[in-house]
């Protein structure tokens, strides 16, 4: 079974500064889909970013990057510029199937000002 | 409407009563799911429907019940819940051969008393 580990279960970073959140994973296939999911205080669970393991450039949406490192089986999250809407949990996943995706616990995240 | 819209917002409910959560989505998505999320642990898969049906079922209590009449609602038919059942209910829409992410809607908690 495939398992997603979030080491970090709070983080804080002050306001314009770079946070980076920490997602390691088991799997032993070779072909499969990383996320990060973002979960404001309104609960919805809104996509950040997402990474196909096939692809070895690391993805990049405005503000939010990845390192992906597959030999490592690590996936993290680095936040540039941050802002005070940046405070969220944050969920790291894998998904293997186009039905069976797996949660990391979060890292809960706050941008002081 | 758009997205995914889930009602109500809020449940109380006693461990001798039976409730219902309801899940629409409005995205023409082929696959729909539940996820119980409960404080510090990861989201767990519960019942997934692709094209109407149960393809996973991850040993959830019969206390449990879900229903998909069509690819556009599902529903969670609950009775005789414990306290321990007490969490945030997340329901999620995607389309099954893409892999671009669920998109989720923003939850039920329930609490049991």
């Known amino acids: 079974a495939q398992t997603v580990t979030q080491s970090q279960p709070e983080m804080s970073v002050q306001e314009a500064e770079t946070v980076t959140l920490s997602c390691t994973y088991d799997?032993?296939?070779?072909?499969?889909?990383l996320f990060w999911y973002k979960q404001p205080p309104s609960r919805q669970m809104i996509l950040v970013i997402r990474?196909?393991?096939?692809?070895?450039q690391n993805a990049t949406e405005n503000r939010f990057s990845v390192n992906f490192q597959k030999a490592a089986k690590s996936f993290s999250l680095k936040i540039s510029d941050s802002q005070l809407g940046d405070t969220a949990m944050y969920f790291c996943a894998f998904m293997k199937q186009s039905n069976d995706m797996r949660f990391g616990a979060g890292t809960r995240l706050t941008v002081k000002p | 409407e758009t997205g995914v819209t889930q009602t109500p917002r809020h449940l109380v409910m006693g461990m001798t009563n039976k409730k219902s959560l309801k899940c629409e989505q409005h995205l023409g998505h082929n696959a729909m799911y539940w996820y119980k999320q409960s404080a510090k642990k990861p989201l767990e898969l519960m019942f997934v429907y692709s094209l109407e049906e149960r393809v996973e079922n991850n040993s959830v209590p019969s206390r449990f019940s879900p229903e998909c009449p069509n690819s556009s609602h599902l529903f969670l038919h609950l009775h005789t819940l414990q306290p321990e059942d007490s969490a945030l209910y997340l329901c999620?829409?995607?389309?099954?051969?893409?892999?671009?992410?669920?998109?989720f809607g923003s939850g039920t908690r329930l609490t049991v008393v």
């Open positions: 999620a829409s995607s389309q099954d051969e893409e892999r671009g992410g669920y998109t």
């Open positions: 990474q196909e393991a096939y692809k070895q």
């Open positions: 799997t032993s296939e070779n072909n499969y889909y």
